[in-house]
């Protein structure tokens, strides 16, 4: 892949859009952007040139189906807070459970108040719409997950959704 950048203070940008355009699965693709990246930056749009990467990897993470919406994003935020506050409002702490899944600590709850739980994970789930189950179980509090664990995955969505999330 070879490119032209007239400029020598415009190199450092255009390499590192060049590496960017390097996790393009298709070759051809990727030495078209190059191309595109180089012209546009030797006219000094480098604003186009950095969307026409994000555009291009936006593009590839969707087909491969590990791309998750800012929409989504705040949607998770959203719903991460929402179950935080709501199990604050328990004042019962499933952290105080030294043993045992979180599973466990809902039958220390009314039925009400852990089908809310349960039912909030689930909207979790479905507002991120992630296909792979391992990255999801990762990400998202699991009911099979130790009280802690569980509730630093809903601390990390509250968080630092973007950060897990891409």
Known sequence: MGFNIKNEADRDLALDLVNV????????????????????????????????????VTQQAKQAG?????????????????????????????????EGTMQEWLKRLSSKQAKEISNRIAQIETT????????LRRIVPQLSDQPSV????LQNLGDNAMVELN
């Open 150 to 153: 569980f509730m630093s995955k």
């Open 128 to 135: 991120l719409d992630i296909k792979d189950e391992e990255t």
């Open 66 to 98: 590990n791309y998750v919406s800012e929409a989504s994003v705040k949607n998770t935020i959203n719903k991460a807070n929402s179950l935080s506050e709501y199990m604050d409002g328990l004042n019962k702490s499933p952290v105080g459970v030294v």
């Open 21 to 56: 355009t390097r996790t393009l699965n298709d070759d051809n693709k990727a030495e078209g952007i190059v191309q595109s990246i180089s012209d546009l930056i030797n006219q000094g749009k480098y604003s186009n040139a950095i969307q026409t990467v994000e555009n291009a």
